[in-house]
């Protein structure tokens, strides 16, 4: 089994990275020897869509970045993990970047009538988000524009957790209950 974790948040050191790999360290521990790849997308170059129609005609990305090896590595996929903080009440911009980019997805399943991924693929997206406040309408628009990737992915959004009131950097780890809540969530992407 293959599992990515895609994380939104630049702060390296941060709860976004705390969080990755106590959810890495739980999945990797099960005993069906999950293949655990994370993935800091701020790290990466991907340049915004510029809506050039490419993907319209023939369900490919014209853009040559570091956007590609990622679309092969989400159709691979059997567990996809997003987890952001909340920047202006939603993901983080660079988040927000990547999936703009799979409108090349978007295409293939609506407008070529060629979905990449096939209904009923089992694949299990999940969301963490991390705020400063405690604001569940942060979670709200965050869960929606991940609800909208699984939708344009033919695949359903699986299991969220919104762990609020964690700001400065490394302040989960003074929380031990919030990252339970992560360990019970591995749990259920691997029942
Ligand atoms: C640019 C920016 C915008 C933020 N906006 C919000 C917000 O709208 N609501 C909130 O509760 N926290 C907000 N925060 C706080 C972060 O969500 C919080 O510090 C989080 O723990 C950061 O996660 P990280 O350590 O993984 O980077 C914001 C932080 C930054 C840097």
């Known amino acids: 089994m293959k599992s990515l974790i895609l994380i939104g948040s630049p702060r390296k050191h941060g709860n976004s990275g705390i969080v990755a790999n106590e959810l890495q360290e739980k999945l990797s521990a099960h005993k069906n020897n999950i293949d655990c790849e994370k993935i800091w997308v701020a790290d990466l170059d991907i340049r915004p ?22 679309y092969t590595k989400v159709e691979e996929a059997d567990i996809i993990t997003f987890i952001s903080p909340i920047y202006f009440g939603s993901i ?17 399943k609506f407008l070529l009538n060629n979905p990449k991924i096939k209904k009923g693929s089992n ?69």
Do not use: W
Not at 97 to 107: G, L, S
């Open 123 to 191: 694949k299990n997206v999940s969301l963490i988000t991390i705020s400063g406040m405690d604001r569940d309408y942060f979670f709200r628009n965050a869960q929606e524009i991940i609800n909208i990737f699984c939708m344009n992915l033919n695949v359903d959004l699986g299991p969220t957790l919104h762990l609020k009131n964690i700001d400065y950097a490394s302040e989960i780890t003074e929380k031990p209950d919030q990252l339970n809540k992560v360990s019970e969530l591995a749990q259920l992407l691997i029942q």
């Open 92 to 108: 983080t911009a660079q988040l927000k970047t990547f999936i703009d980019r799979f409108q090349p997805f978007y295409a293939s």
């Open 49 to 70: 869509c510029t809506a050039c129609g490419y993907c319209d005609k023939v369900g490919k990305c014209i853009i040559k970045d570091e956007m590609q090896p990622l």
